[in-house]
């Protein structure tokens, strides 16, 4: 049966060279992050109307300009730390958020230059969330005053304090390949479900 968690998963899965690092081998299993727990999940979508101004009139005619790229935004994603592996695999989410929010870059590094990856994000079933590709605009979490932390050893061999609960919020937003849609977008095959039964992320 297929997971229908919430996760943002790297497109490369498990195979992808990020995940070969020691800090981030929890996550390896599902290929990024598996939510533990149900996050607040809000999608927003806007069609954008600009109006024509017309001289002597009590009511604008508007003139369709776009639909913009709908936003995905995860609110209260839960992490707990009860155990020492689910210590290590919400220090692995924190730290893979911080790693695919950044550029590749430096005079030694092979791809310099290439931007953040895009993701696929899913949850809930194939007609609800299924291999969405997405970009993260912005993350953040808040290392709390009012709970317990534990100490935990990393599998690199860093010892670190984590709290035994901590909320993290992801804000997403669609970026669909440009030559998808151009070939093999339809609102007929939109409407009737027959772009979401291909699983490439319409939504």
Not at 2 to 28: M, Q, T, V, Y
Not at 53 to 82: G, V
Request: with cysteine; charged share 20%.
């Amino acid at each position: 049966m297929a997971d229908r968690r919430a996760s943002i998963l790297l497109k490369r899965g498990p195979a992808d060279p990020l995940l070969s690092g020691p800090l981030l081998e929890p996550l390896k299993k599902f290929g990024g992050v598996m939510f533990p727990y149900t996050p607040v999940i809000t999608y927003d979508v806007q069609a954008e109307w600009n109006p024509f101004n017309l001289t002597h009139t009590n009511y604008q005619p508007q003139i369709y300009a776009r639909t913009k790229n709908p936003s995905i935004n995860l609110n209260q994603c839960t992490f707990t730390a009860t155990t020492e592996e689910d210590a290590r695999y919400m220090f692995a989410a924190v730290h893979f958020f911080k790693t695919v929010t950044k550029m590749s870059f430096g005079v030694k590094d092979p791809n310099r230059g290439s931007p953040p990856p895009v993701l696929n994000f899913s949850g809930y079933g194939d007609a609800q969330f299924s291999n969405v590709p997405v970009i993260i605009t912005d993350f953040n979490f808040i290392l709390p005053n009012d709970v317990d932390y534990i100490k935990v050893t990393l599998e690199n061999g860093s010892v670190v304090n984590v709290p035994i609960k901590v909320d993290i919020t992801v804000n997403l937003l669609v970026n669909m390949p440009l030559n998808d849609i151009k070939n093999n977008f339809t609102l007929a095959d939109f409407a009737s479900g027959k772009l979401i039964a291909q699983k490439k992320g319409y939504i």
